[in-house]
């Protein structure tokens, strides 16, 4: 009797041990999580996006930088983006020195300070000089006067590469200037939206 039923035992245990072998090879095989793949796929993405539109700003300030602000056919708004624009591209640089002297008496014997810049256009646009103080300082780092004449530039735009003449005057008394140690001008150089065309000239012979 009892061989009899070790027949039938052996046969479950096998039957059962199928089964779990069946159900591993299952689970191992099913479908992995693909979060990581979409993940990678959306950054791509968001890559290529920023680029063109990296892209597509370039392309529009370069076409800013060429619009001609001269121009009055051009909408106001417009006219203002490309400004914007080409104002990045103001470059200069400044030589400048101060003085102070009195008058011969036979002139006057008027005492001045006076003020004298050299600028150079180092930028890629055309720029213009407007009015602006020119601070005069004594030698203890006081200010000894402020010009209230402005100044005055030659010429007052300045092409690409070429240069300008300031200069401006200020009355002073003889004991002050005893006392002066130099001047300085914030620049107020700005686009200029006039053309400008430099001619050749010739000293005139005698």
């Known amino acids: 009797m009892k061989k009899c039923l070790l027949g039938p035992l052996v046969l479950t245990v096998s039957l059962l041990l199928a089964a779990c072998g069946n159900d591993k090879y299952q689970t191992s095989t099913?479908?992995?999580?693909?979060?990581?793949?979409?993940?990678?796929?959306?950054?791509?993405?968001d890559k290529e996006e920023l680029v063109t539109e990296n892209t597509d700003e370039e392309v529009e300030e370069n076409e800013l930088l060429n619009v001609d602000l001269t121009d009055e056919s051009i909408c106001e708004e417009e006219w203002i983006a490309a400004y914007n624009a080409q104002e990045k591209l103001i470059?200069?640089?400044?030589?400048?020195?101060?003085?102070?002297?009195t008058e011969a008496e036979s002139s006057g014997g008027?005492?001045?300070?006076?003020?004298?810049?050299?600028?150079t256009n180092t930028g890629k646009k055309a720029v213009q000089v407007y009015p602006n103080a020119v601070t005069f300082y004594n030698k203890d780092?006081?200010?000894?006067?402020?010009?209230?004449?402005g100044?005055?530039?030659?010429?007052e735009?300045?092409?690409?590469?070429?240069?300008?003449?300031?200069?401006?005057?200020?009355?002073a008394t003889a004991d002050a200037?005893?006392?002066f140690d130099y001047a300085e001008a914030d620049a107020n150089l700005q686009l200029s939206v006039f053309d400008s065309t430099k001619l050749d000239t010739e000293s005139p012979t005698i």
Do not use: H
């Open 177 to 179: 200037i005893e006392n």
């Open 157 to 171: 735009v300045i092409n690409e590469g070429e240069k300008s003449l300031i200069r401006t005057y200020e009355p």
């Open 110 to 119: 008027i005492s001045y300070y006076s003020y004298y810049a050299l600028v």
């Open 141 to 149: 780092g006081s200010v000894a006067a402020v010009s209230k004449m």
């Open 151 to 155: 100044i005055c530039a030659y010429p």
């Open 91 to 101: 470059d200069f640089e400044v030589e400048e020195v101060g003085y102070a002297w």
């Open 30 to 45: 099913e479908p992995a999580d693909d979060s990581d793949s979409t993940e990678a796929v959306n950054n791509q993405s």
